[in-house]
Nanobody
């Protein structure tokens, strides 16, 4: 059974850093594309970053110089290192995974975590 579970969210002041993690079971992360998405209150869910099965990555323009996505295949875990956080980064952050590239590119992943809250105060 495939499961993904986020951890590491919390509260931080603007300019600070956080790392969120996504532990996966039931599949090998090395063969899946995985992504981080966020949803702020009253807004639609949006993509933040993706790591593809070949190791390539994509990041949204809003985070390109501040956030880094990575995965540890040995630990079957996905990470999002968030630096220089801004109040507008405040959201629920979700981890998602799929074996099919098109599902990752269209943000219609088959497997989702419950989310972890990140709050950035000014």
């Amino acid at each position: 059974q495939v499961q993904v579970r986020e951890s590491g969210g919390g509260s931080v002041q603007a300019g600070g850093a956080l790392r969120v993690s996504c532990a996966s079971t039931g599949y090998n992360v090395s063969s899946y594309c995985m992504g981080w998405l966020l949803q702020a209150p009253g807004k639609e869910r949006e993509g933040v970053a993706i790591v593809f099965s070949d190791g390539g990555t994509w990041r949204a323009n809003s985070v390109k110089n501040r956030f880094t996505i990575s995965k540890d295949n040995a630990k079957n875990t996905l990470y999002l290192q968030m630096n220089s956080l801004k109040p507008e980064d405040t959201a629920m952050y979700y981890c998602a995974a799929d074996s099919r590239l098109v599902k990752c590119l269209t943000r219609t992943y088959s497997y989702w975590g419950q989310g972890t809250q990140v709050t950035v105060s000014s």
